[in-house]
């Protein structure tokens, strides 16, 4: 006989943007919530589609993988697409040895009813400008928001001048 897993989660509609995801019961800290799932496509297929709603260019359910692949959350995906970014996430995405699958795990003990979030960490090739920043502006709210999802270069220390 399957043994049946527990639902941790439900999808509804974010406060913060669009849809989200909400813990269905107290999750504890540790907790391999569910998987990202989707097609598994090439970067430069991912780049062709791009944007894939014009009218919103920088959303996408894309998850770019280590070994090169990207999944594809909006072709054959399931709910993990709909969980938002957080600069103090309660959960991380944790790739598997191999860098083919994803899973979404709960960093610490999440109440009943708390939206579900980790940090999508974006990498952009080259310079980060203040458009790229507000194009891919984060939302959350956190004392810690860094203003954007994008992954930031750690800042420089400025040299005393030596006189």
Known sequence: MKKSRPVWHIVKRSNLHGNGVFAA???????????YAGKRITPEQA????????????HTFFFALSS????DGGNKGNDA?????????????EENADGTKVRIV???????????FYDYGLV?????????????Q???GSPKCRGTMLT???ERKKRKNQG
């Open 152 to 154: 930031l270069p750690p």
């Open 106 to 116: 709960a960093l610490r003990d999440i109440k009943k009813g708390e939206e579900l």
């Open 68 to 71: 090169g692949k990207v999944i």
């Open 81 to 93: 697409r709909w969980i938002n970014h957080a600069c103090s996430p309660n959960c991380q995405a």
């Open 124 to 136: 952009i090739d080259g310079k980060i400008t203040k458009t790229l920043r507000k194009q891919y």
């Open 138 to 140: 984060c939302l959350c």
């Open 25 to 35: 019961q107290d999750i504890p800290a540790g907790t391999r919530i569910l998987n």
């Open 47 to 58: 780049d062709d589609m791009h944007p894939v709603n014009p009218d919103d260019p920088f």
